[in-house]
């Protein structure tokens, strides 16, 4: 990433926005322009290098009271959720708090194969071996240490306790089965119950002490705390007075995502996150698509590719196949954050700030680092920042994966291959 003054700053379209804007400031009376000014961040710690600087820039000249807001049209700001407003999961916290307290229903038929189009056949033996029926409604996860532990392995590693491969046959750019079936196990159960749970996880997790950990079946370490980053609610607040439209879209099930997003200043409405169908009130194991994908084909989650569907179906109206495709500039979000590769898509489609929260991910690292067109910045996580990793980032090589799950270089919009490159933003 270029350590040039020049190149660190916003794309020249933005700066010269900011000049127009202060023209126009300046040529009003003292009392207009005080009234006037752009709301300010306030939290500074945590910020690396000048990022702090370069955002407010941003607010500057696209908020209400820059040359580059438009009329009528609000500028769109789209997080992450995950380790970007919060550090940790929130879709973890919630299947720990499920399977604690027993509250997954027990499958279809008691076929594991409902629960996913994309379970292989042994994850699908090796459920109903640790999971025996019963009379009950639910999975008495909360006391039969056998049943939590390999749906935990599922759920986490994507395999079998005995290491077989648990998902297959998807597309690695537009979904992750492991991801989806939180959500799919959800099925049987109303929203309202759903947005309970995930309250009550919500709960246990803000009160537990920073590092603290859970037993979960046989697992006497699973994590248990959730934070708020104050930086990022200070961010999110700062856009909203400055007249963006700010939005979150995150890989967890959507009535989880909205009872955290509130915390952070942001309605449910403007939470997009994996979307549950739903029969006489109740959710089922089938997903809502997005773009040429129906629902019911559970195919398509606000995952890489995936988020960029639903950001332009959702947020920008775009409808049908066309919402799979990369938008003209005037339909896309100005500013985007992230931390992970499920966000590569739709911080590329940004086009005036993509923050990057550095979690050594290799394609997204590989584009912050690369810089190709000035605007990506990357800042430490904001609690326990990852130290600098050893070795580059693969990227001439093995750091993007294909949409069958092959290993292949990072290549620009031009297709030129990113070279590796070296970590450099990271925790002391």
């Not at 720990?96 to 189009?117: A, E």
């Not at 989806?180 to 803000?206: D, V």
């Not at 979960?216 to 963006?244: M, P």
Request: aromatic share 8%.
């Amino acid at each position: 990433m270029s350590t040039s003054p020049a190149a660190r700053r916003l794309p020249v379209l933005a700066a010269a926005l900011s000049v127009a804007a202060a023209g126009l400031v300046a040529a009003q009376p003292a009392e207009a322009r005080t009234a006037s000014h752009c709301p300010r961040l306030t939290v500074s710690d945590g910020w690396f290098g000048d990022n702090q600087g370069r955002i407010q820039d941003l607010i500057d000249s696209y908020g209400r009271c820059g040359a580059g807001a438009r009329h009528g049209k609000k500028p769109v700001a789209v997080f992450d959720w995950d380790n970007t407003v919060v550090k940790n999961d929130v879709g973890d916290a919630t299947m720990y708090w499920l399977l604690r307290n027993s509250k997954i229903q027990r499958p279809v038929r008691g076929d594991w194969r409902t629960t996913s189009r994309y379970l292989t056949a042994d994850a699908a033996k090796a459920l109903t071996a640790a999971c025996p029926a019963g009379a009950s409604k639910t999975l008495p996860t909360g006391t039969d240490t056998r049943c939590a532990d390999e749906i935990l392995a599922v759920y986490g590693e994507g395999a079998t306790s005995a290491g077989t491969t648990a998902f297959a046959g998807y597309d690695r750019r537009t979904t992750e089965p492991s991801y989806a079936w939180l959500a799919q196990l959800l099925h049987g159960w109303t929203p309202a119950q759903i947005t309970s749970f995930a309250s009550a996880a919500r709960t246990e997790n803000l009160s537990a002490p920073v590092d603290a950990v859970q037993r979960v079946g046989s697992n006497t370490k699973a994590t248990a705390w959730v934070r708020y980053y104050d930086q990022q609610r200070d961010l999110i607040r700062t856009l909203q007075k400055a007249g963006f439209d700010v939005w979150i879209t995150s890989a967890s099930p959507e009535p989880v995502v909205d009872v955290w997003a509130r915390g952070a200043g942001v309605a449910p409405d403007h939470a997009i996150g994996i979307r549950s169908t739903t029969e006489h009130g109740r959710t089922t194991s089938h997903l809502k698509g997005c773009g040429s994908v129906k629902d019911g084909d559970d195919s398509m989650i606000t995952y890489i590719d995936g988020k960029r569907c639903w950001i332009n179906q959702e947020i920008f109206g775009v409808r049908g196949a066309a919402a799979e495709k990369v938008q003209p500039a005037n339909r896309r979000q100005v500013f985007a954050a992230g931390d992970s590769d499920t966000d590569v898509s739709f911080l590329r489609d940004a086009t005036g700030l993509r923050l990057v929260l550095n979690r050594n991910k290799n394609e997204l690292m590989c584009r912050a680092y690369d810089d190709s067109d000035g605007r990506w910045i990357v800042n430490p996580m904001f609690i326990e920042p990852k130290g600098q990793k050893a070795a580059p980032y693969p990227c001439a090589t093995t750091g993007y994966t294909e949409r069958d799950g092959t290993a292949a270089a990072v290549r620009r919009g031009d297709g030129s291959v990113v070279p590796d490159q070296r970590d450099s933003v990271y925790g002391g």
